[in-house]
């Protein structure tokens, strides 16, 4: 995979994030449960950025090593295949509180990667 490619799937990341944590501003949690379109957007937003996360490159992953990739991804993979069972409460947890910092560490990574040469 190329230097751009992982630089795509970082955006994509980032992206997703930041949508994610807007959609919640100035909701509660017991939003989640009463809105079911609200529930059903986050799952699939946290969907993609598990979904771009697996799509970086070991090369991308080891430059970046701030990222935990495997709970990033392993979070997709619990969405997608156990799609009955997703607990709100942990979903808002990883709304509100992981999604701010790895906002942080993405922007940074793509920082980073932005302005080293590509392959």
């Known amino acids: 995979m190329s230097h751009h490619e992982d ?13 994610a944590i807007e959609m ?3 909701r509660t949690r ?6 079911r379109q609200l529930n ?5 937003l946290l969907e993609i ?13 080891e430059r970046c ?7 990033i991804i392993g979070l997709r993979n619990r969405l997608a295949h156990g799609y009955d069972e997703v607990d ?3 979903l808002w947890h990883i709304v509100q509180g992981d999604l701010p910092p790895l906002i942080t560490r993405l922007k940074k990574a793509l920082e980073r990667i ?3 040469p590509a392959d």
């Open 7 to 19: 630089e795509t799937r970082l955006r994509h990341m980032l992206d997703h994030a930041a949508e």
């Open 88 to 90: 709100f409460d942990i």
């Open 40 to 44: 059903l957007a986050l799952v699939r």
């Open 49 to 61: 950025v598990g979904e771009a996360a697996a799509r970086v490159s070991h090369e991308g992953r």
């Open 24 to 26: 919640v501003r100035g």
């Open 114 to 116: 932005s302005s080293s």
């Open 65 to 71: 090593a701030e990222i935990p990739w495997q709970e």
């Open 30 to 35: 017991r939003d989640i449960d009463a809105d």
